[in-house]
């Protein structure tokens, strides 16, 4: 495998990283402070002027829309070229949007260009690709473990021309949002199918269809993600269009395979890039404080814990990559052992290595003031979103398991 970046990529890689020196990290504090004034006006759901102004910088700078492998729509990069412009981006919790490449739009504009009709692009895909709407993913919910999807209960009913729509739905990111204008929405068309996998579909929920509620916002170890926010939504006797409906009744699992697949990975890349900034900041703490009469870089525990996240990092990148291009070369489907374990081994890198940032930091790394503690936070989350570590482990060790079982099963020594 030949993982070398492309006079392309690395272009844009220069590309990128001047637009976050000299745009995006500057302008952390200016955003925090503009969130913490609207959150003080009553209106913490407020989208700000510093994301706009970078946006329009995105754009004017080529970095726009970089995702969307093997489409016109995009920047026409593979998952591989991808992956380290995606790392870059997960250096600051801004890059992402700014660049029109964050979750969970990113895997609801690969939903709808792989599987939506020419009318639900024109209504909804197009908006997206121009930053002019966000968009949400309702799939979990409360009252049942949704780590297991075919538990999921929301009712989607067919009803002459309509489907009508009854559900309880949370950690729906971005529903908060007022420029959050479509949902998809994954419940059960067929609840007495023989095939469990077959009784799910996916269909578009505008925002502003009668029925839709908004209950409330669900923080993350206190921090709220305004104004993106994650959200409780109610969905009651909701009606919308046969025409909503995505790819077909009963292909709401073929969907989320093909969704996952590419969201999971691009999470991972991220990390990548958050856990080089707690790296960074960890090594700048460590020369630059001193406890018992020598800098903290002086001290054994502190350079093997260097070291350790160095060698962690480097591994779950090399990993990122694989899974990337086997993606490329051979589909999400057949790459989905890859996938699985990266979404394993990416947010636990990035779990340890930020919490040895912090304690490098002592008191500091805990509070508000450097940012550690909101990226432990995100991190933290990223080993429950889109399927939990135990739900991927199980799935590695039962694609490693698969060919031995068959082997004694036909009577044949295992090799």
């Not at 002027?49 to 026409?76: T, Y």
């Not at 109610?234 to 989320?256: S, T």
Request: overall charge neutral; hydrophobic content about 40%.
């Amino acid at each position: 495998m030949d993982f070398e970046y492309s006079p392309k990529v690395q272009e844009l890689q220069q590309r990128l990283w001047s637009f976050m020196r000299q745009h995006v990290l500057p302008a952390e504090a200016e955003f925090a402070a503009e969130v913490q004034a609207n959150r003080d006006a009553g209106n913490v759901w407020q989208p700000t002027r510093v994301m706009e102004r970078l946006k329009q910088q995105a754009r004017a700078d080529g970095l726009w829309n970089l995702f969307l492998p093997q489409s016109e729509r995009g920047a026409g990069l593979s998952n591989l070229e991808y992956a380290p412009l995606c790392e870059i981006m997960g250096r600051s919790g801004l890059a992402p949007e700014a660049c029109n490449c964050s979750a969970p739009d990113t895997g609801n504009m690969e939903v709808l260009e792989r599987y939506g009709t020419p009318a639900q692009q024109e209504r909804w895909l197009q908006p997206l690709l121009r930053g002019e709407i966000r968009s949400g993913f309702a799939m979990t919910e409360p009252a049942v473990a949704s780590s297991d999807a075919t538990n999921i209960q929301a009712s989607i009913r067919r009803d002459g021309d309509s489907y009508v729509i009854n559900a309880r739905k949370w950690w729906t990111s971005g529903a908060n949002d007022p420029r959050c204008k479509v949902l998809i929405l994954m419940g059960k068309t067929d609840p007495d199918h023989p095939d469990r996998h077959l009784r799910q579909s996916m269909i578009l929920v505008p925002m502003d269809t009668p029925g839709v509620k908004v209950l409330r916002h669900l923080e993350v170890f206190g921090y709220d993600d305004a104004p993106h926010g994650h959200a409780e939504v109610e969905f009651h006797d909701v009606r919308v269009p046969v025409d909503n409906m995505l790819l077909g009744e009963g292909r709401g699992f073929e969907i989320a395979q093909g969704r996952l697949g590419p969201g999971r990975i691009h999470h991972c890349m991220r990390l990548i890039g958050l856990a080089e900034r707690a790296l960074q900041d960890m090594c700048r703490r460590a020369v630059s404080r001193r406890a018992f009469g020598r800098s903290l870089a002086e001290h054994g525990v502190t350079r093997e814990r260097i070291a350790e996240a160095r060698m962690r990092i480097d591994q779950a990148r090399w990993l990122v990559l694989a899974a990337a291009d086997r993606m490329d070369r051979l589909g999400n489907k057949v790459a989905r052992k890859d996938i699985a374990m990266i979404k394993v081994v990416a947010p636990d890198m990035a779990c340890q290595v930020i919490d040895w940032a912090i304690q490098v930091h002592g008191g500091a790394g805990v509070s508000q003031d450097f940012g550690l503690a909101q990226a432990y936070a995100h991190a933290r989350t990223l080993r429950l979103a889109d399927g939990p570590d135990e739900v991927h482990r199980d799935q590695i060790a039962r694609m490693e398991l698969a060919p031995y079982a068959a082997q004694a099963a036909q009577g044949a020594t295992p090799h």
